[in-house]
Every structure is written in structure tokens, then in C-alpha cells.
């Protein structure tokens, strides 16, 4: 038997072309270890004689005699013992050397594989053969319950593996920590214990059934299928290619990728855990950073929904080891998404300390994606923590990822439109690319096959931050050019507004004007003058003009009485305005911007400390700030000396009147021929807002009683207007 044997293993192949070869060599060594406890099985066997074996429900006196015989033990000098030991170190040799064989050609052996990355030993490998052999092979079943002298015990126990893997006794004493709950088969929950049903009352630990995890059965058998407990909670990203195409400040990830090749090398001895928290507001590439940093480790990426996590039915602490376990099977780096949710809970503290644990024990590479900043507090003792705060992409990432969206679009022919629209909106690339999808699903809905830039313009202001709204109001701009009544300075003025907009990107980057301003790089206008004359139309001309939104501020919302509240809407005003890509427009500015007073009471000092708190935020923010007010001289002068623009809009005079009654009437309105509209501006020095009033009230004096708009209801109107206002009305009938 034992020449056959080596001429078999002298003739067979020198690698395994697959993990079940192994795995069937493994079951070869099992039976021939089975052979072995058979041995020693029977020679003990022979010492107990049938009539000294009890079977009643009582044990007797000789059955007690036999069980404290010291010679019952198996003689390891037997020839069959021997030659059965011979047989096994033989094959545990060939199988060494075909495994290592196959190593060097790159082929996974799953059982090579789980050993590598739970640290197991080769007898713990061996016990988990044992565990998996029933589920294999049926014949087990029977093997088993044969060793164990009892039918009901097919599965094998903590007892039957000492037996089969130790000579002796006390080899059996030394095993028994490979069967502890801080052994890597149990900490890693790779093997469960079963107590015997056949025993309600109670056995001893070595009398209890090993089982192995159905996970960790299916990954040896090739099957490395997601844990059917996380399939809700997780995805797989494949990584990038390339670091190229991560969109992605140069300095961050030159700087993450020197960290993590450093971490990660043969020469750094550190054995911590790398934790990379990673913070910056929705769609700025923090995800994409970390499959580009996937890419250059080889492994994948498996992104966790915290926010999904958190309602999930199990134990917050037993789903973060699930987690990190999927991770070292699937040899793939953890993302935690959306932390802000996490640190929002009411026991914040005692889950990122659970996390922390969890991945100090079993994490290698993590991610933890958040908008704010990390906390700095000591939630992870024994990991490796760097914190990258990731900001919004400047003018030439924004145009690389806006040329990615039109070659999706089909629409690369048009190159200037990345270029405009990169310098127009201070959108994410995650916000750009929801612009692609918005366009997209519009084409879809309306049949639409050509897409102009405005469409590119109106979908991407649906990406910005539309909180403003909680202390503004959205304007939509109807206004053109041709609708404003203006003298040709000021609608020069108004242009000059517009130019600079446009060509911020231009002097402040390219000209590299930003290196000679700290501040004062947004652009602030004032326009001043009576009611009515033009001062929010002409706010709306501009926001056409540039396709920004407007958000006129509700004063009422913004001033408080409360101490130190004002600042804080004021705050969120401008915070919020610095991503909506939004002009802020403050009407009756002077209640806001007033003169400093001197201060004779607490209520003048803290009013003195808002307006201060005013010119600061002014002179941060770089975006458009559009100031109205029918009273200069109440304006602080510290704000008109740093408003780049004050346009003056003047009382009407008659020739422009003459126009403004003319721009009111709509086209398809019906007028009567007996409208003079030369006599109305001569004879009514009113302002274009009043006009707008009296049209609106004769239009409906109109359709109320004529159906044509005419003389009668313009003078109509017009009585009405001086009245409210409070101005003589004279008629020139």
C-alpha cells in the first residue's frame, strides 16, 4: 500500500488547477486521519468488553473500572498506527508542494486564501475540513457517529477533532485554545458551537458539535457571494483605472497616494489600520477618490449606507463586524457613506466608539465620508487616522468634468459651452453630473432632440442649494434689455456688471489678480433712487442676463431682536448663497446696511456689531451681492466705500415716460385708437412703477365693462394711483 501511494504521488500533477482538487485532497488526508482514530478506536475497543458496557439507564461498576484504566490508551507503536501516521505525513507533503506549486502561478485556493487572511494555522485548517466534510460527503455522517459510539452524534464535536488531529493527551490539553472565543475560527465567527440536543441537561464543552458558518462554507467552496445579512446594505464599485481620471485637486491626491503606498509597503512595519475620513460637501469626489485609490491598491470597494445601517433589525456592533469580515473576504476596502448621519444619533459618542473598536480589530483600509469635518475626538486608538477635507473643485476641474457631461451628451461639438458653464456655475461634480441626468430624462420626456444651452443653464440651476428659500424669496427674472427704460450711462453701467461676472475667472485666475486680494473678490452693486424707478427690474435684467437665480431677502426674516440672531441668519444667508450660485438681492437695504450710531445703549452697541458683522461677510463673499435703497445718505459708508458699483436711477423725465407707458401694454392686449400716450407723459410725472399700477387697473377696468382698453380707463387708472400715493389729482379733461 504505502509503494502504491508513492508512486502516485511521484506521477501526479505538480499544481491544482482549481480549489476543489485541494479541497479533495483535504478529504483524503481526513480519511486517512479517520483511518488513524479508527486504530486507535478499536485497540481501545478491545480493552472494554461488552458484558462490562451498561444498557440501562444506570452506569456500572465495571463500566467505571474501565473508564479509569491508564492502559486504555492506543499503543503508538502499532504497525497499522504507524503506516496509517506514514501515509498521512506523505500526503501532507505532496499536497504542501503542489499548494505552493499553484501559488506561483497566481491561481486563488480558497482554503489558502481564508487561512491568509484570518491568520489560521494549519491545524485549525484541519478542524475545518472536519466541520466541512458532512456537508460534502454524506458518508461523514456515519464516520462520525461511528468514532463518537453513539448514531444520534453524526456531527462532529470539539472532542472528535482532538481526537482525530492529536496523538495523545496532553496534545489534546495544548489544542484546546483553538477553542476558545478569542481563537481566530470563533472571534471571526467562522466556526459555531451547537450544544447536543440529545443532552437538555447540560454537557461538558468538548461534548459540543462544530458547525462552520454557511459564509465561510461557500467561500471554500468558490462561491463568494455577499452575506445574505448585508445584500441590502452594501454595494461593490469597481475602482479606477487611473488617479488621471479622479477629478480631484492634484495636491490631495498626490498627497493621499503617498500616504497609502507608504502604508501599505513591504518596508513600513506598522501593523495599524489606515482610517482616511474624508469630508466636503455632496458630489465633490470623495467617492471617487477613494475607488481611485481602490485602483492603485488592486482591490475593490464596498460602499456601506450608514443611514441604512442604522435601521437595520441587528445589533449595531454585530452588523460593523459582518461588515468588516465581507471586507477582508472580498479583499475589498470599506466606505462608510454618509456619516453625518451617524454622528447626528442620539448615542453618537457609543456608536463611533463601537465602530472605532470594530475597525481596530478587523479594518485594513477604511473610508468615512462626511460633509463636515471630522470631530477630532479619540474614537479609533488603534488605527492610523488622517483627515481630508476635500473643497469645491476651482474653474478647470469644473470644465474637465462639464467636457466628460457633453461627450455623454453628445454634444461635444459645442467645446465653449463646458468652458461658460464651468465659469458660471460653482456646481460639484456630482451636481454636474445630476445636470446630465436631468437633461437627459427631459430628452426623454419631451421627445427632445436638440439641446440648446439654456437647457444646460436651466438644469443646472435646479442643482443649486435652494435652502435660501427658508429666508428669501426666488425671483424668477422675466426682464430683458429691451423691457428696461434707462438712459444709456446706466444701461452701460448695468453692462460693465454683467462683463464682470462673466470674466471673473479670467482676471482673478488666469490674470492672477486673487493673489493680490485676500478679500473683496465678490462683486457688490448699489443702486439707488425714488420708488418705482427701475432699481428690481433692473436686478432681474442682470439675473436673465448671466442665467443666475435671484433670491430677494425677506427682511422680516433676517432681523431679530434677539441677541446675536441676526448674525446667524445673515450667516446661513451667505453660506448657503456661496453654493446656490445665486445673486442676493437686498431691497430697502438701509434697514440692514444703516449708519453706525454712537452708542448710548446696549441696543446701539449690538446694532453697531450686526452692521460690522455685515461689511465682513461683504468683503468673504465672492459671489453677486446686489444692494437697493430709495435713501443714500442713510447708508453706512464703510459699505459705499466698498461697493464696486452705484448706479443712480433717476426720476423719469417726460421722454422716457413716453416709453414706459408704451412697454406695459402687452402686444395682443386690445387699446383703443384714442390713447395718447405722449399727453400721459407729459401730464403725469409718475414713476414706471406707478405706471405698471395704472395699466394693470385699467386692463381690468377694461374687460370688466369694454373689452378694449382706452383713454377713459388709463385716466381711471390714473385717479386711483394719485390717490393712493397721495398726490392732487387734476384731471385734463
Given at each position: ?38 486504530t ?21 461498576h465495571?463500566?467505571?473500572d474501565?473508564?479509569l ?15 496509517v ?7 501532507q ?39 466541512i ?15 463518537q ?5 453524526k456531527k ?11 496523538k ?6 495544548a ?7 478569542n481563537?481566530?475560527?470563533?472571534r ?42 448585508l ?5 461593490f ?24 503606498k ?56 454585530k ?5 468588516f ?31 472605532g473598536?470594530?475597525?481596530d ?14 470631530a ?12 481630508v ?9 469644473r470644465?474637465k ?16 459651452w ?7 456655475f ?6 454636474i ?16 432632440k436638440?439641446i440648446?444651452l ?15 428659500s ?10 430683458n ?7 444709456k450711462?446706466?444701461?452701460?453701467q ?8 462673466k470674466?471673473?475667472y ?8 486673487d493673489?493680490?486680494?485676500?478679500y ?7 443702486f ?6 427701475g ?6 435684467v ?78 468673504e463673499?465672492?459671489g453677486?451681492?446686489i444692494l437697493?435703497t430709495?435713501?443714500?445718505?442713510n447708508?453706512?459708508?464703510a ?13 423719469p ?11 406695459h ?25 406707478n405706471?405698471?399700477?395704472?395699466v ?18 388709463i ?10 400715493i ?8
Amino acid at each position: 500500500m504505502k509503494d502504491r501511494l508513492i508512486r502516485d504521488i511521484n506521477t501526479s500533477v505538480t499544481v491544482y488547477s482549481n480549489s476543489y482538487e485541494l479541497l479533495s485532497d483535504e478529504l483524503k488526508k481526513l480519511d486517512i486521519l479517520i483511518r488513524r482514530r479508527k486504530t486507535a478506536f478499536r485497540m481501545e475497543m478491545q480493552s472494554r468488553h461488552e458484558s462490562e458496557i451498561s444498557e440501562n439507564l444506570y452506569i456500572s461498576h465495571e463500566e467505571v473500572d474501565w473508564l479509569l484504566n491508564d492502559n486504555k490508551a492506543a499503543d503508538f507503536n502499532h504497525p497499522e498506527w504507524l503506516r496509517v501516521s506514514e501515509e498521512l505525513e506523505l500526503l501532507q507533503r505532496d499536497i504542501n508542494k503542489k499548494v505552493a506549486a499553484t501559488l506561483e502561478t497566481g491561481l486563488l485556493l480558497t482554503p489558502v486564501k481564508l487561512a491568509q487572511i484570518f491568520n489560521l494555522s494549519l491545524f485549525e485548517m484541519q478542524v475545518l475540513i472536519i466541520c466541512i466534510a458532512p456537508e460534502l460527503n454524506h458518508k461523514y455522517d456515519k464516520l462520525f457517529a461511528y468514532l463518537q459510539d453513539d448514531i444520534t452524534r453524526k456531527k462532529p464535536s470539539i472532542d472528535l477533532a482532538l481526537q482525530l488531529l492529536c496523538k495523545d493527551e496532553s496534545e489534546r490539553w495544548a489544542a484546546r485554545v483553538f477553542f476558545t472565543e478569542n481563537s481566530p475560527l470563533f472571534r471571526n465567527g467562522i466556526l459555531q458551537v451547537i450544544h447536543d440536543p440529545q443532552s437538555p441537561s447540560g454537557s461538558s464543552d468538548l461534548a459540543m458539535f462544530l458547525k462552520i458558518e454557511s459564509r465561510f462554507l461557500n467561500f471554500l467552496l468558490g462561491n463568494n457571494a455577499v452575506d445574505v445579512q448585508l445584500s441590502r446594505l452594501v454595494r461593490f464599485c469597481q475602482p479606477k483605472t487611473s488617479m488621471e481620471t479622479v477629478l480631484v485637486g492634484e495636491e490631495i491626491k498626490k498627497k493621499l497616494l503617498i500616504l497609502t503606498k507608504h502604508h501599505f509597503s513591504e518596508k513600513n512595519q506598522e501593523t495599524k489600520s489606515l482610517i482616511l475620513y474624508l469630508s466636503g460637501p455632496y458630489g465633490v469626489g470623495k467617492r471617487e477618490l477613494a475607488l481611485g485609490i481602490a485602483g492603485t491598491l488592486h482591490c475593490s470597494l464596498m460602499v456601506v449606507d450608514v443611514e441604512l445601517l442604522l435601521t437595520h433589525g441587528l445589533e449595531f456592533e454585530k452588523l460593523c463586524s459582518l461588515i468588516f469580515r465581507e471586507g477582508l473576504l472580498q479583499q475589498a476596502a470599506i466606505y462608510f457613506h454618509n456619516m453625518d448621519v451617524l454622528q447626528k444619533e442620539e448615542k453618537a459618542n457609543n456608536l463611533m466608539k463601537k465602530l472605532g473598536n470594530t475597525i481596530d480589530d478587523y479594518g485594513w483600509l477604511t473610508f468615512l465620508d462626511a460633509e463636515n469635518p471630522y470631530a477630532g475626538k479619540a474614537f479609533f486608538n488603534y488605527s492610523e487616522l488622517h483627515s481630508v477635507e476635500l473643497p469645491v473643485s476651482d474653474v478647470a476641474l469644473r470644465e474637465k468634468a462639464w467636457k466628460r457631461v457633453l461627450e455623454e451628451l453628445q454634444l461635444a461639438q459645442h467645446g465653449r459651452w463646458a468652458e461658460l458653464l464651468a465659469r458660471q456655475f460653482l456646481l460639484t461634480k456630482g451636481q454636474i453630473n445630476d445636470v446630465a441626468q436631468c437633461i437627459t430624462n427631459n430628452r426623454k420626456a419631451s421627445e427632445q432632440k436638440e439641446i440648446k444651452l439654456e437647457d444646460m443653464y436651466a438644469a443646472s440651476r435646479l442643482q443649486s442649494n435652494q435652502k435660501l428659500s427658508e429666508l428669501s424669496r426666488k425671483i424668477v427674472p422675466h426682464y430683458n434689455w429691451k423691457d428696461i427704460i434707462l438712459s444709456k450711462e446706466n444701461k452701460e453701467q448695468l453692462k460693465e456688471i454683467c462683463s464682470q461676472v462673466k470674466n471673473h475667472y479670467r482676471v482673478f485666475t488666469e490674470w492672477g489678480f486673487d493673489r493680490k486680494f485676500s478679500y473683496g473678490k465678490g462683486l457688490s452693486v448699489l443702486f439707488t433712487g425714488p420708488p418705482g424707478t427701475g432699481k428690481t427690474m433692473a436686478a432681474e435684467v442682470i439675473a436673465k442676463e448671466l442665467s443666475h437665480d435671484m433670491y430677494k431677502i425677506d427682511l422680516s426674516g433676517v432681523v431679530s431682536k434677539y441677541i446675536g440672531e441676526t448674525e446667524k441668519n445673515l450667516s446661513k444667508i451667505f453660506k448657503e448663497a456661496e453654493t446656490s450660485n445665486a445673486i442676493l438681492f437686498f431691497d430697502e437695504a438701509d434697514a440692514l446696511f444703516g449708519k453706525r450710531t454712537q452708542v448710548s445703549d446696549a441696543h446701539d452697541r449690538y446694532a453697531n456689531i450686526e452692521t460690522s458683522y455685515l461689511l465682513q461677510r461683504m468683503e468673504e463673499y465672492e459671489g453677486m451681492v446686489i444692494l437697493a435703497t430709495n435713501l443714500q445718505e442713510n447708508m453706512d459708508e464703510a459699505f459705499t466705500r466698498r461697493i464696486r458699483f452705484i448706479v443712480d436711477f433717476p426720476f423719469p423725465d417726460a421722454e422716457n415716460r413716453l416709453q414706459i407707458w408704451k412697454k406695459h401694454i402687452p402686444g395682443e392686449t386690445p387699446v383703443n385708437d384714442n390713447i395718447n400716450f405722449e399727453i400721459l407723459s407729459r401730464q403725469f410725472e409718475v414713476s414706471g412703477g406707478n405706471i405698471k399700477n395704472i395699466v394693470l387697473n385699467a386692463a381690468f377696468l377694461a374687460a370688466e365693462n369694454g373689452g378694449m382698453i382706452g383713454m377713459g380707463h388709463i385716466m381711471h387708472g390714473t385717479k386711483r394711483e394719485y390717490e393712493k400715493i397721495g398726490k392732487l389729482w387734476c384731471d385734463i379733461s
